[in-house]
């Protein structure tokens, strides 16, 4: 399940299906440490012959997105990190995970963490920086919001048993148009009573109707702005 790195890649590395793409190898500071990660090398790559990734819900302008190392995903690691402790013994969602650097600061604390996202290819890139970076293997669950996720193995395909966590996180959620309406959706099944949710956005516009959102569901946030990305966690 090797990635190529810095080159074209043959696919089937990553996918039974004929895919190809650029990576590239990026080292990124987050939670007081370096990340070596397995990126996309551009954001103008699509490679879905076969229709089925856009079938599980990425379409073409959005195929490149996950491989991307973003700077609201360092902004919530780096944020989670300083938390670290309020999370001992709990369990975290990270949904829309792309490459996974918050869950991948998380789990190298010990945090018991699931990653997540829609685009079929996430779980291999996660796979090969879990193992870049001498990190025990992250429990990937795909997810096209609303969707149950468990926190355990389940069946190889969805849907899986319904599971609630004591966190969910996610980073610069909120890019698309019904995205807030889809997340909120997703929390009503992940969340319980007692979870928190932490989000960070970069101001695309969309975070203030998620808040209202979050408020009917009975969330009060607390807010802060971490060099220009916005961080609020919402509690009830």
Partial sequence: MAIGVGSVSSGSHLSTTSLGFETTQTVVTAGHRDWQLTALANRGQFDDPSGHHEAAGVPPASWSL?????????????QLHERIDMLDGLSVLELGCGLALPS?????????????????????????????????????????????????DGPSDP????????????????????????????????????THMMITDPGRGKLGRFERGMSTLGFSPASGNDNGIRWRIFTR
């Avoid at 190392?69 to 919530?76: E, G, H, Q």
């Avoid at 779980?123 to 609303?146: E, K, M, T």
Wanted: hydrophobic share 40%.
């Fill in 66 to 78: 996950f491989g991307l190392v973003w700077p609201s995903a360092i902004s919530l690691a780096n």
């Fill in 104 to 152: 991948l600061v998380l789990a190298s604390n010990q945090v018991n963490v699931v990653a997540s996202d829609m685009h079929p290819l996430a779980a291999n890139f996660l796979a090969q920086n879990c193992r870049s970076n001498h990190v025990a293997g992250i429990p990937f669950r795909p997810c096209l919001w609303p969707s149950p996720i468990s926190d355990r």
């Fill in 159 to 194: 849907p899986y048993p319904s599971h609630t966590f004591d966190w969910i996180v996610g980073s610069d959620l909120l890019y698309e148009t019904g995205q807030p309406e889809h997340l909120l959706s997703q929390i009503k099944l992940s969340a319980h009573e007692q």
